[in-house]
């Protein structure tokens, strides 16, 4: 059983920024790449981002890509998601998600969830 703890959400304003990080064991954080997703209300799940284990290789959805930077400390067993420049399209309920498989948009393929945590950006 693995778990992953989030937090960093909060209220903001369009053009804030926000830190979210998601604390997991260091062997998950070193066997798995890890992933956020976020979904609002009414709306898919939506992959955000994914990390490979080492940190080196990442990717991003278009709506996020050049406002999001992902990252990884395997020694301090955590996973960051630093939104910058944010939208009030980007209020959602943000998770982190690890995989055994490799990076994934789809949700189903990933093994382990965070509990989520709320991000609204008023505009």
């Known amino acids: 059983q693995v778990q992953l703890v989030e937090s960093g959400g909060g209220m903001v304003q369009a053009g804030d920024s926000l830190r979210l990080s998601c604390a997991a064991s260091?062997?998950?954080?070193?066997?798995?790449?890890m992933a956020w997703f976020r979904q609002a209300p009414g709306k898919e799940r939506e992959a955000v981002s994914c990390?490979?284990?080492?940190?080196?290789?990442?990717t991003y959805a278009k709506s996020v890509k050049g406002r999001f930077i992902t990252s990884r400390d395997n020694a301090k067993s955590a996973v960051y998601l630093q939104m910058n420049s944010l939208k009030s399209e980007d209020t959602a309920v943000y998770y982190c998600?690890?995989?055994?498989?490799?990076?994934?948009?789809?949700?189903?393929?990933?093994?382990?969830w965070g509990q989520g945590t709320q991000v609204t950006v008023s505009s």
């Open positions: 998600a690890a995989v055994i498989a490799g990076c994934s948009d789809y949700g189903d393929l990933y093994d382990y």
């Open positions: 260091e062997r998950t954080l070193s066997e798995m790449p």
């Open positions: 990390i490979s284990t080492d940190g080196i290789s990442t």
